[in-house]
């Protein structure tokens, strides 16, 4: 059985607080070179290309939520290891991605706002991307890979980590006219005005490669045709569907309004939810009528449509490139997103719909592909997972376990790992049928939910006598948490 460090972590709980966005250009895109590292190149090494998108939830990702149009991410999870129970460590966006792309869980980077970098507190760490640039890979990043302001950052690199990378392209594109020129709808908007903490959205006229997203594929296209010599380490980060929901019009029309199937939930169910499991930065009974609301989740849907269309145009550029046998392919999102679910609109929560992330792992030659893998896997894995498939030694310090015995044999009864996640003072363990949630160490209740009777989390078990030994067995299995404040100033951006 394999083991990890997974019950050892002390939690900490911090102010949450807003990163300060910075201004973007709308001209070319923002390129940055760095010096190149001193190592030697490897040889008969495997590339990667690492694909993200910015808030995507698992009912609109290629895991089967119909409705939704995701024909290239289908495409690709039907060829791959489909991961079908992945999580983030926490779902924020600059917490979640410090932790995955520095192999280290939140308490030990220290990040859990949007303004801590993760150099403040381990200065000399070794990111995913840096591990690779160290072993002689060219590294290059389009788009937003460790957090950016969204709009805000747009354009620029944000608080980017200038040793990760050789080469950074920071495209900006026509949804960033439109910020500026009024025209969007916005239903809940933010005192502050800013559009990535609002439930907004436009149908914008134009091409996809005028979007910001379409520019990122562009990009990524390009960087994949110069270095197609290899070996390159090659991520290309993108923004939808993040809040404001901008896309061409044409993905809006394939949701037409009243084919959109929404319902709020029933009052009497909201009423049951547990208070303090509405997280810092999700918005809670809104104002808005039930077509407001439907008409949010369409433009979810268009974006995320939209940006399935522009991951469809990077992974039809590898064959003509020579690049489809010897390139290994991830997608995934930092975090999940809520569209409504216990009354709630985004993230920082604890649900399943919050914390839950698509996976797909595409290795050329993997016994796994093909086949969905149902195991409980974590973010955090992805550091040495790509890391020993693409055939480099196993980095030190790392807190993750490689999920290569899985894409070898997406069933193994040897992997039985759990699924840990956290927000500021909550902390949450997902193991096969169960999810058990305490905050405040137990001060401010618990939750636990049935997810193979219960998939949408309305029935809390924890205070029933009959599930006693379930909540015993695992409240052991959460680490220690220390008090700390749970709500803090900020927003969803």
Known sequence: MMSRQRRQRASLWVQAAMLALA???????????????????????????FLIADDLNTRTSATGFKPVQTPNLDRLAKRSVNFANAYSQYPWCGPSRASFLT??????????????????????????PQYFRQNGYFTGRVGKIYHQGVPGDIGTSGPDDTPSWDRVVNPAGRDKINERDGRMTILNPHPSGRLGSALAFLADEGTDEEQTD?????????????????????????????????????????????????????PAALAKVLPASYGLVGFQNLDLTVDQQRSFVRA???????????????LDALKPLGLDRNTIIIFTSDHGFLLGEHGQWEKQMLFEGSVKVPLIINMPGAKGNRRVSRKMVELVDLYPTIAEIAGLPKPDGLEGDSLKPLLDNPASKAWTQPAYSQVQGGRSVRVARWRYTE?????????????????GETRNLAADPRYAHIVQRLKAMLPEASPGPRYGTGGAE
């Open 300 to 314: 979810y849907y268009a974006a995320t449509s939209f940006m399935d269309a522009q991951v469809g145009r990077v």
């Open 103 to 128: 192999g280290r869980r939140p308490d030990t980077t220290g990040v859990w706002d949007l303004k801590t970098k993760f150099r403040d507190n381990l200065p000399g760490v070794v990111t995913l």
């Open 439 to 455: 905050w405040e160490k137990g001060k401010l209740g618990a939750e636990l939910y049935d997810e193979d009777r219960d998939p």
């Open 214 to 266: 379409g520019k990122v594929a562009s990009e990524t296209i390009a960087m994949l045709k110069e270095h197609r010599d290899g070996p390159f380490f090659i991520a290309a980060g993108f923004y939808r569907p993040h809040v404001p929901e901008v896309a061409p019009k044409k993905y809006f029309d394939m949701y037409p309004l009243d084919k959109v199937k929404f319902e709020p939930e029933d």
């Open 23 to 49: 201004p973007c250009a709308m001209s070319q895109p923002v390129v940055a070179r760095t010096s190149a590292p001193e190592q030697a190149a490897p040889q008969q090494h495997m590339n990667v290309l």
